[in-house]
């Protein structure tokens, strides 16, 4: 065996273990019995804490040194590899190993504390544990910065490599007038659609057939996935073979489990079309959460919001429930799904309103980060700018501050990834559209065009490219926020009946 | 920490290994999407050769060879683990690895052959491999051999410890002779139940929704486990807490995965209720195959073939099924459910016939390893055995000897196991009925008192007691094939109207 072999059977058994964790994840959310959660603990913890010594430990150093040294030995592919284990190991190794594990600690207990604080619908409970993570996190930053970049910035790259706030806050200043444009025009010069219907009983039997053939049609393999239930949907890949996707069913709102189930689809078709190639190394799976919600994204809000998509799909629906919606024509149908409407909870809002609630987010977790806010302010913060972007105040902590678990986690960050990801995907859709017709292509029989370019462009990549090459290559530019906002105006012009 | 709380970390390592294992078997073969299986193989291999060297290498040996000299500083508790791992240690350590690979090689490949042997119900096909795998087996048993014990008695013991062929030589002649004379007074006196609705036909989710509730009554937890879809029906425990059982549905079949889910209950039952002390030891878990198919056996034969149950169970049953049923009472249907037909397939045969079919493996597997039998006579053997006990000739070899899959993988001495514990689950049956009616706790609303008696008297011990001392122990005798006869005899008496 060459070094650059064994190196590769080293990581290779670091994924097999990931793998059995992921496997053990997937079933504790979709059907372990209640009474096993202890046992599962002990389980998952043991093989984690195997794979996590295995990523930092002598032998994982040894490898980085020696490859440093001799880079010679390594073939293009393994110099892929290594450059990737690399980031990794920087990012674990370079914090001490008791505050990692205090940080563990830390944002374990903080987690029910942040579930009894919404039980309270009161911040100040959640508030010191908030203060502690976030003074920790600022102790971690130093320590993972490489180069001269913003506190945040450390942060913004360990979900999105290569992004900035330099970038984002230009970025979002753009979307954000546009979206407040596009409202502007709604309110004065919109026609609203009806909505009455879209609570209408669908068993969550039929919901499940039609919405199973609609992602079969989009090219998610069954052969190598699954939909199961649960509680918060989510996409667990265990490999490229077996990239496993899960809903929660409501059966008065048929749309939720529908659009929910086409969004994982769309992360489980990004991983079932890695090449193969990757298997087994940390280039295996998507490159960024950026770029993973682009590809969710497009599939529920590109194609799940197309009327084109709606014409093919909706007769489909209807000879599925009986006469459920039987005097309910298409065009009527496809503009109640789209309706905009201000809300303060994230995860209710709109396509058109969402990403007002991530700039929000965004723009407080750069003061957090980069200015010296008192931390008391927070909520008053938070409800400010719903009150100032979207046009209503919350009344209590809960549907506030406090409706988001990622902080209780220290994941600052993480939510411009939900922001990029929508407009990687109308930048995609552009892009796409120079080489076909995406909506004829949704009106037709065959979606294999889509998939494949997608493949062809994104998925096949897995993690060897960072996502601003990803973009670029893709589609000849960097980020640029004008697709989304063009693709919003023209798409809610059409529902509110704006010539 | 002590060297046996070491010694107990390090098992509990092994028994992580051994879950992780278990749950990917589970997922295996209760939905993985097909194409993953390559992949699949990967992680399974990984961890449980990772298990497996944990309990062999160095570090166990070390373990080993000081509690060998040190005994004094073991609890109780702690020797009785010992023991327990090392007769697994000595029974792995014994065979050189080489062998023992070159042995997973062959009943790997042998399995695809007989697979091949049974498309073309040709037995020759499968002969050469089936004569490596004795021609290594007969290697290995002078390494495991430990006492005075015929060559056969080495591989009855590794399923069932101290079982020798002495002790079933004579126990299945007095099985065998009062199973021929039960069935020569029914053939001569008795009269034949009504059959014609047993294959009516039952929606699978109402079959699912009866014997649900049937298991949970007597006691399978569903809080501690769950029931899944699957081909060969199986119960795999992750821990005493997760206890899965898996069933086959076929609607023209009700009584097939109704009894199915019944004896793959008891074997959970028996998982869910060993004391939590042993958890992450060889101490956990049922304590051999005889004694785990007494408690799987116990439901489906004692509980599942008697009158009082289904006195209560059948009204259910109608409930549930409309008009499925509704000119066959009560009576009739029992009847129905326990005819009985000479077979030439295990599976498929009724409970009076079933310990034929295993005294034929029996006898023939003594002769292979006792004696010095011609393997190319094996069918003629087989074939002949079976007209001799139950009056009928397999035509061909699939209906033969190519029937159970056990000798491709080398499972020698498995057989015995089924008809020990039918004689069990009767002797228990028995010894539990001087303590209180179980005809008349069957025919009420509460059967907790059975579950309580064999979790007082079998499940709470795990593997820390012997099966003849926990027969022994429960019944006051060791075991006595009589008391099958006698409940086969009473109870074939009734359905077939002999007074």
Known sequence: ????????????????????????????????????ASYRAEMSSYLSGMAFDKSTNQTMTEYMTYFEAHPEELSAFGKEVYAKTKENYDLNNNIPVDRFQEFMKLTSNAHSIWVKAREN???????????????????????WKKEEATNYDVLLNQYEPGMTTEILDNVFEQVKKGIIEI???????????????????VAKETQKEFVTKVIEQLGYDFSRGRLDDTVHPFMLNLNRNDARITTRWDETDFIMATLGVIHEAGHGMYEQNVDAKYDYTPLAGGTSMGIHESQSLFNEIIVGGSQAFWSRQYPLLQSLTGDTFKDIDNDVFYK??????????????????YPLHIIIRYEIEKMIFNEDINLEDLPTIWNDKY????????????????????????????FPSYALGYMYA???????N??????????????????????????QYGSSRKPNQLIMDATGESLNPQYLIDYMKELYFNVYDIA
Chains 1, 2 share one sequence.
């Open 1 to 36: 065996m060459t070094k650059e072999q064994e190196f590769l059977a080293y990581l290779k058994e670091i994924s097999l273990l990931q793998e059995a964790v992921g496997l053990a994840e997937w079933d504790s959310q979709t059907g372990m019995p209640e009474e096993g």
């Open 121 to 143: 619908k009161d911040y100040s409970v959640f508030k010191e544990s908030l203060e502690n993570i976030i003074l920790m996190t600022k102790e971690f930053i130093p320590l």
């Open 183 to 201: 409202r502007q025009e709604i309110e004065s010069k919109g026609t609203a659609p009806r909505t009455d219907f879209i609570h209408r009983s």
């Open 336 to 353: 109640g799904l789209k309706e905009t409407k201000p809300s303060l909870v994230r995860i209710e809002s709109d396509s058109l309103t």
């Open 387 to 414: 009150e100032e972007y979207l046009g209503i105040r919350p009344e209590n902590d809960l549907e506030g501050i406090l409706q988001d678990v990622h902080w209780s986690g220290g994941s600052f960050g993480y």
């Open 426 to 432: 109308a930048q995609l859709y552009h892009a796409m």
């Open 434 to 459: 120079k080489e076909m017709n995406v909506e004829e292509i949704l009106a037709s029989d065959d979606y294999s065009s889509i998939l494949a370019w997608l493949t062809e462009n994104i998925h």
